[in-house]
């Protein structure tokens, strides 16, 4: 059974600061992951997605991750933070049914 | 990237009475939709697999005969809150599997206030 940890409920960066949002998985599959990003009373927009290939992904707004298999990690960054950047980040594997399995969620801050 | 639209936005009911939030595919075909829920502050949690021309299937513990769910056309499905109360309020999301079978899609979501 797939299952997705994210490291830290909150974290909190200032403006222009490195963004380090931290996922790992458990599959015993080749596992396709997701982040997706949350604003406040919005459904979810995918940030970027891994299937296979290039495990370094490039997403919207300025975001990546890596899929390291040693590690069993899919972390999210972006060099340099933006005050719109602030908002609930989801980490997510998608298993052998179909469905996504989220993990717990990383709320965001990003201080002037 | 695929849009999958909900509505109501936000809805209002009285206790007791039922209430629909409909999810679209507005540009692509989607033969499995998902139904989440989500409390404050909390990831979300699935509720039901909707398929097209088939009976949803439902994750354990979720009362069916409460949560009504019908997917009567490829681009649609409705969730119906039945003898809705006041812990039924939530926000609640949907997602439609995208054409290429390994993306998921999510709508805008629809806040549901039980008074």
């Known amino acids: 059974a797939q299952s997705v940890t994210q490291l830290g409920s909150h974290v909190s960066v200032s403006e222009g600061a490195l963004v380090l949002l931290r996922c790992n998985y458990s599959?015993?599959?080749?596992?396709?992951l997701f982040w997706y990003v949350q604003y406040p009373n919005q459904g979810l927009q995918l940030l970027l997605k891994?299937?296979?290939?290039?495990?370094l992904v490039k997403g919207i707004n300025g975001f990546e991750a890596e899929f390291k298999k040693s590690e069993t990690s899919f972390h999210l960054t972006k060099p340099s933070a933006h005050m719109s950047d602030a908002a609930e980040y989801f980490c997510?594997?998608?298993?052998?049914?179909?469905?996504?399995?989220f993990g717990q969620g990383t709320e965001l801050s990003v201080k002037p | 990237g695929a849009v999958v639209s909900q509505h109501p936005s936000r809805v209002i009911c009285k206790s007791g009475t039922s209430v629909k939030i409909e999810c679209r595919s507005l540009?692509?075909?989607?033969?499995?939709m998902f139904w989440y829920r989500q409390f404050p502050k909390q990831s979300l949690m699935l509720m039901a697999t909707?398929?097209?021309?088939?009976?949803?299937?439902?994750e354990q513990g979720v009362e069916k005969d409460k949560f009504l769910i019908n997917h009567a056309s490829l681009t649609l499905s409705t969730l119906t809150v039945t003898s809705a109360h006041p812990e039924d309020s939530s926000f609640y999301i949907c997602?439609?599997?995208?054409?290429?079978?390994?993306?998921?899609?999510f709508g805008e979501g629809s806040w549901l206030t039980v008074v």
């Open positions: 891994y299937t296979t290939g290039a495990t």
């Open positions: 599959s015993s599959v080749p596992p396709y």
């Open positions: 909707s398929n097209e021309g088939s009976k949803a299937t439902y």
């Open positions: 997602s439609a599997e995208g054409d290429s079978g390994n993306t998921i899609y």
């Open positions: 540009d692509f075909q989607a033969t499995t």
């Open positions: 997510a594997v998608l298993n052998q049914g179909g469905k996504l399995i």
